[in-house]
């Protein structure tokens, strides 16, 4: 395994998820919420998953510069300067080029892993031997690696990874992006096609390397001011990168085209917990099959729903079937379960007549 | 019409109302409420709509002792000692002899309007010339006038009062409590029945005479302590009182026993807005039948509903159809409406879990 001191975590957190409305909002988007009741937020679980491997000073968090408080509210091992701002969301492959050219300056063979902020693991034990495994291949290879997971059902809401063969670490055929049900399904069949967890392992110089081969307009971008990085010009100069290049994804800009693309497999209880839906597929459900609080919620007649209510708050529901209700001090939501595509909508109607203030 | 310097008005406010919960509560029942978004709670209105009759300092409010600053508060035009507080609640018949009592100290030749404080009066120019017309006849007769109310529906939850003529003012046949349905319809196409609205108007001599003849028990009681009503030993004397005295209606323990009981009846958008469903049937609706916030309540899907949300708080609804949403600062309720009765077990429920903060 990587010498801990050359050994770095990227937590990417700029996500502004409009799924979990009205919990989550523009001020406190998903990665700052406990919405599976644990007591800690998405971005507290995921330092802490991997502080035992990683040195508190050796992490960087990137996220949208609002947010920049609440992070170091949420992880207050942190100091400012491990907090990495985007002006504005560019998608992965910007906001992994900030933190990458960013290491090289502080530790040119500094190894990385990068992660979501706003994921869950329920296995960490397993989940850390993987981490382990992927470590020591880029020890020891020019190797981009990412970690699969084991599909529990067709979703076709993931991306997939192809394994070309049954190695514990296989190199990557290919990725596929959100496939139809009839895809999904095959995919699922055949044993070859994982999750794609967004969870990736590396040496800074080798993404480096695959970013200047593969998207040379954002190596040339970030190479031109990475003497800034860490300085007082940073700000400045990052806000000019930004804002000239391009929104892409790491997978689709970097993964997808390089050859030296690798993946580890495993099952370790992950959820990207991405709606209110998979958030009641995941929790434990009452004799009636709803996910409750466990104190002050009382239902009659109510199966198979989702409530989520502020603390203390009392609630008594006759009479829902496949529902969500979020209740919140501001706002109030009871929709179908099937149809939670809509909160999208809501919040453009809510936005419309009553500003930002709800959102 | 009756000198206003010896005419009275007294407020029965003393309800514990839980009909209207999460809204009302122990600690502010509907009578401090404004439930119909008018602006003004009901004791407030009660208070408007005599007091262009009635001098105000020729007010009463009876009420349990925890509720006299809220009266306070509601109508700051009272002084303390217009607050008569109840130890414990009695019924109507003890509010009434209490308030009688003290105002025969005051001025034997009085006359009375007693009237609940938590009714809702759409018409007032049409309350006030029948309230005039009662005045006017217990001026010149030992009468106990009530005032009935043309009945819309066969209500199986109300009073019914039958007259004996056609008369404006009428003899009083007999009373009947809450009769079961068919009753109900008969007595509607009657053409004799009238709703009980509770609001009664007579001289204090008259009322106490009748007491003392049909209630004597209660007569001697209050009798007794006459002398200590407005000076300082007046709560110890009516703790006692009131820690003896039987719990009776006035109508029930006098105006179904005396002969010298007159209605007015009249149609004057009377309610008393009793429970969320009554609500739902008075307000005015959208286009989908639905009773809700002006502002902020956004529905989909959702029909012949009630909603009631707290000040400036956003709802988003879809996919219910009959159903009571209220939703308070401690508390939601989802119920649908033809389940109102279960509220009170809904209450006992969280009582018993989740003690009185809640009730």
């Known amino acids: 395994m990587s010498d801990k001191k050359t050994l770095y975590c990227v937590i990417m957190a700029g996500g502004v998820g409009t799924r979990f409305w009205p919990e989550s909002r523009q001020s406190k988007p998903k990665q700052f919420l406990d919405i599976c009741d644990t007591g800690k ?48 969301g560019r998608n992965t492959a910007p ?30 034990a397993e989940f850390h031997t993987i981490v382990g495994d992927t470590l020591d291949f880029v020890e020891s290879n020019n190797a ?28 990557v055929k290919c990725f596929t992006e959100k496939p139809n049900l009839e895809l999904a399904q095959l995919f ?29 307009e954002h190596h040339a971008l970030f190479d031109a001011i990475a003497d800034k990085l860490g300085t007082e010009a940073e700000a400045e100069a990052i806000a000019q990168v930004f804002s000239e290049c391009r929104a892409i994804s790491i997978d689709y800009g970097v993964m997808e085209k390089a050859d030296n693309v690798y993946v580890r497999c495993g099952d370790f209880g992950w959820s990207d917990v991405g709606t209110w839906g998979s958030l009641y597929q995941l929790s434990r459900k009452d004799k009636y099959a709803n996910v409750k609080p466990s104190e002050g919620c009382y239902t009659y007649n109510t199966r198979s729903s989702i409530v989520s209510l502020p603390k203390g708050k009392v609630a008594v529901i006759n009479g829902l079937r496949d529902y969500i209700v979020v209740d919140t001090d501001d706002v109030l939501l009871i929709c179908p379960r099937a149809e939670e595509q809509n909160i999208k909508k809501y919040i453009d109607e809510v936005k419309y007549n009553n500003g930002d203030k709800h959102i």
Chains 1, 2 share one sequence.
């Open 41 to 88: 937020s998405f971005i507290r679980m995921t330092f802490e998953r991997f502080a035992h491997l990683v040195p508190k000073e050796n992490f960087l968090v990137v996220t949208n510069a609002r947010y920049k408080s609440l992070v170091l509210e949420h992880i207050p091992e942190l100091t400012e300067q491990q907090v990495l701002c985007e002006p504005i």
């Open 95 to 124: 906001c992994i080029c900030y933190a990458s050219y960013h290491l090289r300056n502080i530790d040119p063979e500094a190894t990385m892993i990068v992660t979501p902020a706003d994921h869950l693991i329920l296995n960490e």
């Open 188 to 216: 699922v069949q055949s044993g070859e096609f994982f999750w794609n967890s967004g969870i990736f392992v590396w040496k800074v110089k080798d993404i480096i390397a695959a970013v200047a081969e593969h998207l040379p």
């Open 144 to 171: 981009l690696m990412t970690i699969g997971i084991t599909p529990s059902r067709p979703e076709t809401g993931y991306g997939y990874i192809q394994k070309s063969d049954n190695a514990t670490i296989s190199r």
